[in-house]
């Protein structure tokens, strides 16, 4: 996989933070003058006003209005208070200029929010977010420093209001909030600024796929044998079957007890078929199910790999029963619930908790879904459009996937692969499509 950007928990930054050889104060050094560069080629040289809080998030603020001033910029800065870090406080003495207070600036084209970062603990105060909400509105363009301020790094909630912002500097990492709902879709454009941190790459911002090429030698079982079994509404399998044959199977097969519609004529419907036959590289069950669990019981009975997606999924009753399978499951977010109860913390820890109950991949569905591994590896999808909310388009996303595991790669790595292409042939697709359109775009 190419291009995977690092993402970092708040532990995981500190973590990494306190073993960088340069030190704390390079870091911050690194941040500020990260902020600074971002926003000039956003915004151009248009005077700015930076708000800086009381921890090292204020101190890339004053770090970062060092660096605007010595490129020309009109620039100020409003504080909280003084500075409670010692980093923070090195910072702002190196600030030559004035300070104003953050309750009676006047506002500037543009407002970069130095407020808070990865230390929020709490919402802001009222008076605080409405006084911010106030000075982003009144400005063109607002760039939040790491993170808005109001949003829980962890999570994605949001604490307190935030405006929408135009811009987000990430600082050494992206974080889980940058790609979790609700926060993602109030930051704006996301860049990472680097500051020489050495991250973890367990969790990533899901990249580019590396799709394994067709040999020379390749024929159809070679290629990938997709299985898929048809239920009591064939037609969603007709759109699971026609994007596992567009992502490259080599074969798929629908066994079906009644003709189903709208199958290309390359998909192959069977009556009885064994499930155990080796050259199946992916079984496919639950699109269009209804209310046949003894499908499911059968695909379970097979050692082949597995999707299992749809209605499948609240049909397997105990995640346990799913240990020992070479499963990868995708649910949405009611189907999660019934299969996975409850449970507690982040998105993605909630994914990870899945994954490890049921020793299968976890492809959590959503406009910020996650692909979770159980070994601990997860993968944030990047934005995709939020045109993909519409029937049928999970049904492809299975498809997909089978297809890219019938061809070989790993289970992790084909929801991931599969999860970027569905997102990226909905971006070709525009806003107007319906989920057949997708297939047009595989
Ligand atoms: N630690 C480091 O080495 C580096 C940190 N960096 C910056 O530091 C940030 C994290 O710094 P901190 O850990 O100091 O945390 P913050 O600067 O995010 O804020 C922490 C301070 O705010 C207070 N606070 C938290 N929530 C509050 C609320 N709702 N109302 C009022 N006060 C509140 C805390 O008590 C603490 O004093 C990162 O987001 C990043 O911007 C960067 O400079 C890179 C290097
Ligand atoms: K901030």
Redo the contacts with the bound molecule.
Sequence with gaps: MNEARPILSVAA??DA??A?PCG?TE??E???RGLAEATCRFAGPMPALILC????????GY?AARCLAERGIAVRVAA?GEP??D??RAARQHWEGPVERVENCSPAPVLID????????????PS?HERLLSLAQESHLAVA???P??VD?DSGAL??PIPDYHLTVA??ALKPAHRLMPAMTQMGRVVVAN?GIEADRRWFEIGTPALPAVRPDAHKYSRGLVHCLAGEMPGAMALSASAAARSGAGYVRVSTSRPIAGLPRSVVEVGDARLDDPRIGCILVGPGLGHLPQLLTLALTSNRPKVIDAEAISLVGDPARLRGQDAILTPHAGEFERLFGTLSGSKADQALAAAEASGAVIVFKGADTLVAAPDGRLGFAPPAPAWLATAGTGDVLAGMIAALRARGMAAFDAACAGVWLHGRAAEHAGPDMIADDLLEHL
């Design positions: 930054m500190r933070e306190a960088a704390l870091l911050m690194r941040a500020g809080g009381p921890g090292n998030n204020g101190g890339d770090v909280l409670t870090s980093l923070a130095c407020l808070f970062g990865t230390g929020l603990k709490r919402g802001l105060d605080l420093a790491d993170l301020s109001g790094a604490l307190s600082f050494g500051i």
